[in-house]
């Protein structure tokens, strides 16, 4: 594709629900971030992979939040019994190679828990 | 503290204005800094990378990186109402792997 794709755009949960939100990067590209931005606020990084492996998640807030790539593409990040405070946009970017190239951004899917 | 610090704005100028936009930073071992956009339910889309100091030109922007104050400035010329959107500043060490953001400064272009 194009570009990267996120879905859904938009997610409406409950309190206590499960959440997964798809990521599809650039093909070819190595590296996918995710990052979570609250309102008014910039991203803040969650996790990283390159390829299938995730190399560093040290912005996850929770053992709630799980994120994989099994096949080095698509990613999906779940998020388990969703609280208020999970509500944010979730962006996920990719990058052709190294940590330092360009990251490009998908539009982000934009997480209610009510 | 944080570390990247950005007035959040919002910031108003009329058409053909010469925009500034800064952030500060506390880590010293930043190297590498980013500038981008962020229209209202977009995601952010890349407009200046720059390596360590120094001035970076692309068209209206110019962008400037002073180390030694941890200072970093983006200036638009000749402003127009389609650069109206969140601007936020990136920047990273040598090492680790993420990318830390300021929370970005609305801009305002008035016709």
């Known amino acids: 594709g194009a570009g990267v794709s996120q879905s859904p755009r938009y997610k409406v949960a409950k309190r206590g629900q499960d959440v997964a939100l798809r990521c599809d990067p650039i093909?070819?590209?190595?590296?996918l971030f995710w990052y979570q931005q609250a309102l008014g606020q910039g991203p803040e990084f969650l996790t990283y992979f390159q390829n299938e492996a995730q190399l560093d998640k040290s912005g996850l807030p929770s053992d709630r939040f799980f994120a994989e790539r099994p096949e080095g593409s698509v990613s999906t990040l779940k998020i388990q019994r969703t609280q208020q405070e999970d509500s944010a946009v979730y962006l996920c970017a990719s990058s052709l190679a190294t940590v330092t190239d360009t990251q490009y951004f998908g539009p982000g899917t934009r997480l209610t828990v009510l | 503290q944080k570390e990247v610090e950005q007035d959040p704005g919002p910031l108003s100028v009329p058409e053909g204005a010469i925009v500034s936009l800064n952030c500060t930073y506390s880590?010293?071992?930043?190297?590498?800094f980013m500038w981008y956009r962020q229209y209202s339910r977009k995601g952010p889309e890349l407009l200046m990378y720059t390596y360590s100091s120094g001035n970076k030109e692309d068209g209206r922007f110019t962008a400037q990186v002073d180390k030694s104050s941890k200072y970093i400035s983006l200036f638009i010329r000749d402003s127009q109402p389609s650069d109206s959107a969140t601007y936020l500043c990136a920047m990273k060490g040598n090492y680790g792997q993420n990318f830390v953001f300021g929370p970005g400064t609305r801009l305002s272009v008035l016709p």
């Open positions: 093909s070819g590209h190595v590296s």
């Open positions: 880590n010293s071992a930043f190297q590498y």
